[in-house]
């Protein structure tokens, strides 16, 4: 289910598009071929975190022409050099290729950065590898890349909040950015001595106490993530909050109300997937964290792993219904790379089965729907055929 959008060419709510070829700045190299390409490009690439309508960039560049300037982010987005969002309105955002493609730009004008910004432009750190092999690609976190400013914020022990669908990276993010990590895994099912520790049995009879990944995050100044906190029963949270505050201490009931003192470099980071059932963010654990961070998938890293541009168009419809409440359900970059892994394995048809096949019953229609639409194959969930 999908929203119907304006028609390609026709930018609402901003300055009529006039019609003819892009114009230069009377007085600015008039008449060099390309000129106003590079304004654009130039100035999407100095605010590289905003997502801007054609008249306001129309405006800051001080083109005659938002038809002009509209042509040339088009010809930016068909090269994979920004991202074209509809929601109604036509609005642009620079992709990591546009800002590397800018970075190689003859300048236009003057250059100034947005606030904040600090000396040369920043190249894309290399991919960082995960535990289990794989790599995650940095994104772009304030002043610099995702994994980087983790770290800072560790080193302030500002605890960040995590949020966003399961399957947007996440985990993998917190993973790339701290070898060190110790996680507990959140569920309905979770207890305090998940946190703290257990007695376990061991060989020969008898028991021993095994302390917990927060006992030993706390000693070892390592850092402790806690994944899908808002499934953990709110009173078993709790044994966190001391182990946060100004105090760095908690105490152990089960081991004759033993202590552990956080030492330097512990450092707790929680996930949160709002629309999961049966999450709950309480107050107490919300103000316990300084940075809630949306964490949300990134269409462009997944074009350049390979999901084809159709099926990724798919995807983001998908997301902007399920953000409107038309739909329950939405594949995120985490589907997406095993889409690509069937399709190389059993075909395009069947990855484009089984990916509308994974959907929840209630969201495989949608999902049906749109891949079929941005494909223009009829897809049914995949399925064994006859002998």
Known sequence: MTTPHPPAGSPQNDPAPTSGAATPTTGEGSGRSGYLYRKVALHLADHPDQILKVGEITRAIGAPSSGAVFEALKKMAAAGHATHHRDPHHRF????????????LPP??????????SGGRQSRPAPVPRPNGTLYHPRRLGKGWDVEELRRLRAQQVPVLLYGPPGTGKTAMVEAAFPDLLTVAGTGDTVVDDFLGSYNPVPGGGYEFVHGPLVIAMREG???????ATLIPPRVLAVLYPAMDGRGIVTIPAHGNETAQAVDGFYIVAGHNPGVHGAVLTEALASRFTV???VTTDWDLARQLGVPRPVVAAAMDLNADLAAGKTVWAPQL???LGF???RDQLGMSAALANLAGIAPEDARDDVTAALSRHTGTPITALALGKR
């Not at 955002?93 to 190689?104: E, L, R």
């Not at 390592?222 to 899908?228: M, P, S, W």
């Open 93 to 104: 955002q620079i992709t990591q290729d546009g800002i590397d493609a800018a970075g190689a």
């Open 108 to 117: 236009a004008a003057p250059r100034t950065r947005s606030s904040g910004s």
């Open 222 to 228: 390592r850092v402790l993530l806690v994944d899908d």
């Open 292 to 294: 809630h961070l949306h």
């Open 334 to 336: 985490r589907e997406l």
């Open 340 to 342: 690509v892994k069937v």
